[in-house]
């Protein structure tokens, strides 16, 4: 990537990040915002918290807030590359979530060494995956109790002695908090999707061998997500065979 490129690149990626902060700081791209939706709300263990806030919207979303600080402290700091502090600021904030190519480029101008950049790319996909387990022991929390509900219901149906209205609106939430869930596996999934997008750049330029523990450890993640996605899928599926007259 030249350094036009590279400067055109940064400074609608600086543009989009200020906004989406604004949003989120003012409340409107916040997980749960009552003043965006009406009806239910999901269970609040899966709206609050940094795990919540970290895949409940996008990646760009999530990390805008975190970046921002860190680029802001670069304009007004006697830096005198105040560009490539804000860039260096974004990535330890956003990682591969400011995009797999941009995040190679800048990874690999960090670190020309190819051990040192991979090692610090494992570092990455570590982190981000203890996120996801995070994330997902959460989830699991929710489901458990939400297949408990939702078992309870279907044995008050056949028992002829259901509360419908609590029954509407415990499955109202259920409801939403599937809706919650979903997004957050499609969030994670695409996290998964960028870095093995730069783990295929890296093997594409000769360091297939290197990359085995950058591998090693989407596959972590991977295998995680994907247990999630199956975990909410079975909830979604014995919801679905609920239907009140």
Known sequence: MNTCSSTAYFNRWLSGLLIATMLVLSGCASTGSSLLSKGPAADPRLTT?????????SGFQAC???????????????????????????IA?????MGANYYLDQRRSQYANTGERL????????????????????????ITENKTTLSKIQKDM?????????????????DKNI??????????????????EVAQAEKASGNAKQVKGVDSEIAKMKK??????????????QRSAITLG
């Open 158 to 174: 056949k028992a002829q002695q259901l509360d419908q209205e609590k029954a509407r609106q415990d499955l109202a939430q259920i």
């Open 179 to 196: 809706e919650v869930m979903s997004k957050d596996v499609d969030n994670m999934k695409n996290k998964v999707a960028q870095y093995e």
């Open 93 to 97: 904030a956003c990682g591969v979530a």
């Open 224 to 237: 995680r997500v994907a247990l999630l996605e199956t975990e909410v899928d079975d909830l979604y599926t």
């Open 49 to 57: 918290g940094d795990d919540a806030q970290f895949f409940s919207k």
């Open 119 to 142: 090692d610090v790319m494992t570092s990455d996909v570590q982190a981000d995956t203890q996120k996801v387990i995070a994330r997902t022991d959460t989830a699991m929390q929710v």
């Open 64 to 90: 805008a807030a975190a970046a921002t600080v860190g680029v802001l402290a670069c304009m007004i700091s006697n830096s005198n590359n105040k560009a490539a502090c804000a860039i260096v600021a974004g």
